[in-house]
């Protein structure tokens, strides 16, 4: 992986012998070992946390938009967060690999709880906007940080089921956040709903931050280079990338033209943060990053437009959206449990072909919510078939990416995946916006706007499904 650097953390580095004693620490045993179980529950309660903020703001968010105004800025509140994580997971990666586990997490929590603060406090959108992007920059350290300690800190056996019990942490928030996040922003303010997750935050700093610091570091890539050296190409992208979103949204020429430069900037950027040959999607782990990318741009942005769907279009309550996402992100954990089992003898490929497949049909179904005659529960069981695909699919290209990173370099490897990740999402929800913010410029029937958001969608997971043939060796387990 020569084109991704790596930096140093400030601080002493760890000496061999301590790591490799930290290794040993660590070696055997299940994910709820004497020596894993704080680590385990403190990841559990983060990625709760995490989850959710994520299910309560996309269930008040058409109602966030029709009080603050500004719908068409409605796709901005989902990009500018994952415009944000695309640079926080650049400084995140480069820290891990040379430093400790420690400082990317608690600053990365810090930003997080400033940007809930600011969203909770927001007049207008483009300050809610600018709330999110906060977040994004300190949400980027989370899942970076929690990819690398399950690498570090569990062997290659117990890493399936580590990801699988990260995916039953979304169980919980999936019965109750969506629900309470329409109850609040139904009956009290939309406001509380950010406000409510900030002592949540200090329980996860609490509980996580003591284990993290008996993760061993790996040894560090002597032909790292700077900071620097990635900052600029990650603030690059994601400037790029949101005035590739603005120049769509303004459905003109010149917008058109400022948009292909964007691009152009962007993929010359980008090309400096992931490992060669990802963006033609080369074999083995090029392609496996890619496709994270590419499932992401259509299961998220297909998610991002779900709630506005329900609510907007069909005039049905958040209570709605809401169980929609929820029965998602059960599904998601009953597939993540599933591919834990079955990994090791379908193999990934296998497993990656399904879980596409699954997310393809599930968006097609939820789809036909746009027509009035079809039934609520339709677009539910639609949406409940997706979460199955990503459940299957997604845990099984972190764990390919974990096995095919050079040792050392799991932090590079892994940020080079949440770029991928993180760009997926803000442009798959970002263009579907600028669909709905043009379609609202040219006085279209918001039912074809949306349909043509959900119709891209589908397009970029069987895309997805050319490249998955790309990713590993058909023989192959994750």
Excluded: K
Excluded at 316 to 342: C, D, E, K, M
């Amino acid at each position: 992986m020569a084109t991704v650097d790596e930096v140093a953390a400030s601080g002493p580095p760890v000496r061999p012998a301590a790591a490799a004693a930290g290794s040993r620490a660590m070696a055997g045993g299940s994910v709820w070992s004497p020596a894993r179980r704080a680590l385990t529950v403190g990841m559990v309660l983060t990625v709760t946390l995490v989850a959710f903020e994520a299910l309560a703001v996309s269930t008040i968010m058409p109602v966030v938009a029709r009080q603050l105004g500004d719908v068409a800025l409605y796709g901005w509140a989902f990009s500018a967060f994952f415009l944000g994580t695309l640079v926080g997971i650049v400084v995140a990666g480069q820290q891990i690999d040379r430093g400790g586990l420690v400082r990317p997490f608690a600053v990365g929590l810090a930003l997080f709880g400033v940007g809930l603060t600011i969203a909770g406090l927001a007049p207008s959108m483009p300050v809610l906007i600018g709330a999110r992007l906060v977040q994004g920059l300190g949400g980027g350290a989370i899942p970076t940080v929690t990819y690398v300690a399950i690498g570090r800190a569990y062997p290659d056996e117990a890493r399936p089921r580590m990801f699988a019990i990260l995916s039953t942490a979304w169980v919980v928030p999936a019965l109750a956040g969506p629900a309470a996040a329409a109850f609040v922003a139904q009956f009290l303010d939309w406001r509380y709903v950010f406000f409510g997750l900030l002592p949540f935050l200090v329980l996860a700093a609490a509980l996580t931050v003591p284990a993290l610091r008996r993760v061993a570091v790996s040894p560090a890539d002597p032909d790292a280079v700077s900071a620097r050296g990635r900052l600029a190409p990650a603030i690059v992208t994601a400037l790029a990338a949101g005035v590739l979103l603005a120049g769509l949204t303004t459905v003109t020429w010149w917008g058109l033209l400022v948009a292909l430069i964007a691009l152009g900037v962007g993929l010359a950027a980008l090309v400096r943060l992931v490992p060669r040959g990802t963006l033609r999607a080369g074999r083995g782990l090029p392609a496996t990053i890619a496709l994270r990318g590419i499932m992401t741009f259509g299961f998220f942005g297909a998610e991002a437009f779900l709630p506005l769907a329900i609510v907007l279009i069909r005039g049905q309550t958040p209570f709605f959206a809401g169980l929609a996402l929820t029965s998602a992100t059960i599904t998601w954990t009953i597939g993540s449990w599933i591919q834990s089992h079955v990994v090791h003898r379908w193999g990934a490929r296998a497993l990656m072909a399904l879980g596409l497949a699954c997310v393809a049909a599930g968006i097609a179904i939820t789809s036909a919510v746009l027509l009035d005659t079809t039934p609520i529960w339709v677009a539910i069981a639609g949406w409940s078939v997706a979460g199955l695909g990503m459940g299957l699919c997604y845990p099984v290209v972190t764990l390919t990416v974990l096995r095919e990173a050079e040792p050392g370099q799991e932090g590079a490897a892994t940020a080079s995946l949440q770029l991928l990740d993180v760009l997926g999402n803000a442009l798959g929800s970002g263009i579907g916006g600028a669909l709905v913010a043009a379609g609202l410029a040219l006085a279209w029937d918001p039912h074809a706007a949306l349909a043509i958001a959900f119709a891209g969608a589908v397009t970029a997971v069987l895309v997805g499904l050319l490249v998955s043939r790309r990713t590993v060796a058909p023989t192959m387990a994750a």
